[in-house]
């Protein structure tokens, strides 16, 4: 019996850790339901903030044989959504929804630049690396992110600017496009040698 229950605790608290978490998928659409954070408040208030809670995650375990022979990172890096650490103050409704759209924005962005690292893992592994390679190669796609990331804060003021928003949106969505066999789940092209 003790196994069962200690079965069932793990299915339990994995769904709802997995409820918590939104993969990027190009497909799903933040909402104003996501920001689950208890310091989430719509009015009541004059202050407008968001701590969005998309990130990019890079990380995995495996031999050192292993590593020499493995060219495809893409599995490794994740670029998710976390609903229960998602904040959004706003005086209003409105302002709320402004918010999860530049959130969305930065969740995409968010993505771009795991597709970026996954892009510059592939092109820069070679078989004899070791795991040092890959420090600067992070350490520059993390500088980068935040660079747009704060650009994109100020010229939207937070999104409320929803007109610029969109424009930078397009781009961002654009740039990912352009990036397809960087998706996690893709196994980019080798190159020809012409």
Do not use: H
């Not at 706003?90 to 892009?119: C, G, H, I, M, W």
């Amino acid at each position: 019996m003790k196994k069962i229950i200690i079965a069932l605790f793990i299915v339990v608290s994995t769904t709802v850790s997995a409820q918590n978490k939104v993969e990027w998928d190009g497909d799903y659409e933040l909402q104003l339901s996501d920001f689950q954070s208890e310091g989430t408040q719509v009015g009541g208030t004059s202050i407008i903030s968001m701590q969005t809670a998309s990130s990019l995650q890079f990380g995995f375990q495996m031999s050192n044989v292993e590593f020499m022979f493995t060219k495809n990172f893409n599995t490794k890096v994740d670029c998710a959504f976390q609903r229960d650490g998602a904040l959004i103050v706003a005086p209003d409704t409105l302002t709320a929804n402004k918010l999860v759209q530049f959130a969305q924005y930065q969740f995409n962005l968010s993505e771009l630049y795991a597709r970026k690292l996954r892009q510059q893992i592939y092109e820069n592994k070679a078989t004899f690396s070791d795991i040092s390679f890959l420090k600067p190669l992070y350490e520059n796609i993390e500088k980068d992110f935040i660079t747009e990331n704060g650009v994109a804060s100020k010229e939207t003021n937070l999104g409320q600017e929803e007109g610029k928003l969109a424009i930078l949106n397009a781009k961002v969505l654009t740039s990912i496009e352009e990036l397809a066999d960087f998706c996690k789940s893709c196994k980019p092209q080798k190159r020809r040698n012409k």
